[in-house]
């Protein structure tokens, strides 16, 4: 298994242009979720999905979409990139919400100038 | 709201020797698991070990052991034997027990420097 998988790892966006974080999980699971971490900051929950088709918004969710087509792949979109949003952004999955661990990614760093 | 505090942003200890790392919370449930995480500088989220709020016996992992005081609402990890790898930011992380209760609630990490 390759676990949870993110594109790219490293990003530069200018300020206003858009992109999409990739993130894909082979576990199986049903749970997925988005962080970010800042410095001095422990991560912080973006964006999340119970299933396939049904996501749900975190503690910063602003400026951020989400989308669950599949069980597989939740990807992260930034609509109009800030400065602000300049981060490190882990991908996470875990087999159910009752206290199973979270799988992370290797992350993506992303500068927006 | 839950919060995690750990009070400790920088600690070091001798190569061999212990070391323990402090993490306090706030909740109002009486249900909930608590982790610690080891984030390297590879930057790689790496689960180091779990608590259920339940169990009153701590949780112990080969040299990785807490010190789970549930009514103080604290949650220390203690090191022994302390090697090179394991220099790296450590996060406490909470999260409430229960169907629906997903959320990952870390706190600010300690920064743990292995002396040789």
């Known amino acids: 298994n390759a676990g949870v998988t993110q594109t790219p790892k490293f990003q530069v966006l200018k300020t206003g242009q858009s992109m999409t974080l990739q993130c894909a999980q082979d576990?199986?699971?049903?749970?997925m979720s988005w962080y970010r971490q800042d410095p001095g900051m422990g991560l912080r929950l973006i964006h999340y999905?119970?299933?396939?088709?049904?996501?749900d918004q975190g503690e910063v969710p602003n400026g951020y979409n989400v989308s669950r087509s599949t069980t597989e792949d939740f990807p992260l979109r930034l609509l109009s990139a800030a400065p602000s949003q300049t981060s490190v952004y882990f991908c996470a999955s875990s087999y159910s919400d009752l206290g199973y661990e979270q799988y992370f990614g290797p992350g993506t760093r992303l500068t927006v100038t | 709201a839950q919060t995690v505090t750990q009070s400790q942003p920088e600690m070091s200890v001798q190569e061999a020797e212990t070391v323990t790392l402090s993490c306090t919370y706030d909740?109002?449930?009486?249900?909930?698991?608590l982790f610690w995480y080891k984030q390297p500088p590879s930057r790689q989220m790496i689960l180091v070990i779990r608590?259920?709020?339940?169990?009153?016996q701590n949780a112990t992992e080969n040299r990785f052991s807490v010190n789970f005081q549930k009514a103080a609402k604290s949650f220390s990890l203690k090191i022994s034997d302390s090697q090179l790898g394991d220099a790296a930011m450590y996060f406490c992380a909470y999260r409430h027990s229960g169907a629906g209760s997903y959320q990952l609630t870390f706190g600010k990490g300690t920064k743990l420097s292995v002396i040789p």
């Open positions: 999905s119970v299933g396939a088709g049904i996501t």
């Open positions: 608590q259920e709020a339940y169990k009153q």
């Open positions: 576990m199986n699971h049903e749970y």
């Open positions: 909740t109002s449930e009486s249900d909930y698991y």
